[in-house]
């Protein structure tokens, strides 16, 4: 879902990079006024390290030549908070856009924005913490990460649509490139929310404590080790990093498949034209 700058103009895409700018600034001021424990940024450190190596490397997505990787937003804020999440989601996308190219400068904003934003500070406080209230139990956990997930890649791949459509750069119709971006965002949707669940019952089988702490709010306790945590997703990020990108698809994701199969019907549509105007 990493749009690159051919696909926004410089106005869309600057008011974008303020938008993502004012919830990152809205972000750290509340993690400040709250407060961040030890422990907390402990989790945060390995979880985001593991979500920036798990981002790199796409999965295939069967029968449709396309594929997707983990977001991992909601595996964060269900385990840090919303904020926090927010922070570590947007460093993420910011090493990826400079270190690896991944993104767009201009266009990063519109990346923190439908990757971080949508996920942290609306799905999960406004869905995930709301159904989980009195569901906080491994199958509660299950079916509230895939509904969570479902909405924020729906949520995220409109946003790429939309921005696209504003900007009117690109030949791409809008009918077109949001048919296509919106169900295989669902398949996404799909395999993110099963990993999301696969990741939040295994932190609750391991220290429920953890998940209960991020979604009250309240520091970790003393007596909550975090570290048989924090080095399993280190160790998640070492073998994402070293050996997965070996099994990578290298089919195109989910934003490079719907251009195509947007750009075909344009073509298809333009061809029809041609030939009743002929």
Same mark, same amino acid.
């Given at each position: $879902? ?7 103009? /410089? ?12 919830? &990152?600034? *809205?972000?750290?001021? /509340? ?27 796409? =999965?295939? !997505?069967?029968? /449709? ?9 909601? !595996?964060?804020?269900?385990? !840090? ?13 910011? !090493? ?18 439908? $990757? ?7 799905? =999960? ?6 159904? /989980? ?12 990460? $895939? ?36 169900? &295989?965002?669902?398949?996404?949707g799909i395999g993110e929310g099963l990993a999301t669940a696969a990741v ?9 404590? &953890?998940?209960?702490?991020? =979604? ?28 997965l990108p070996h099994y990578a698809s290298d089919a195109p994701d989910g934003?490079? *498949? ?21």
């Open positions: $879902m990493h749009m690159t700058d051919s696909l926004l103009s /410089t106005p869309v895409g600057a008011a974008m990079c303020a938008v993502s700018a004012a919830a &990152i600034a *809205w972000s750290a001021a /509340t993690v400040k006024k709250e407060g961040f424990d030890v422990k907390k940024m402990v989790i945060a450190g390995t979880a985001g390290a593991a979500v920036l190596a798990a981002q790199a490397v796409n =999965y295939a !997505i069967p029968g /449709t030549g396309s594929s997707g990787h983990v977001l991992g937003a909601l !595996i964060l804020a269900a385990m !840090i908070g919303a904020s926090p999440a927010m922070l570590v989601m947007s460093a993420v996308i910011i !090493i990826q856009c400079l270190a690896f190219a991944d993104g767009g400068v201009l266009a990063l904003g519109a990346n923190i924005f439908n $990757m971080a934003v949508i996920p942290c500070l609306f799905v =999960y406080p406004l869905i995930f913490k709301p159904l /989980t209230r009195n569901a906080m139990r491994p199958a509660g956990i299950i079916a509230v990460s $895939m509904l969570s997930a479902v909405v924020a890649l729906q949520l995220g791949a409109f946003g790429v649509v939309a921005a696209t459509q504003l900007s009117g750069i690109t030949t791409l119709p809008f009918a077109a490139f949001a048919l296509a971006m919106q169900p &295989i965002h669902l398949a996404i939040l019952c295994l932190v609750w089988a391991l220290r429920p404590e &953890i998940i209960r702490c991020a =979604y009250s709010g309240i520091a970790i306790g003393s007596r909550t080790a975090v570290k048989p945590v924090a080095a399993a997703f280190a160790a998640v990020a070492l073998i994402t990093a070293l050996v934003l490079e *498949w719907s251009i195509e199969k947007a750009t075909e019907s344009a073509a298809v549509i333009d061809a029809d034209n041609s030939a009743a105007g002929g």
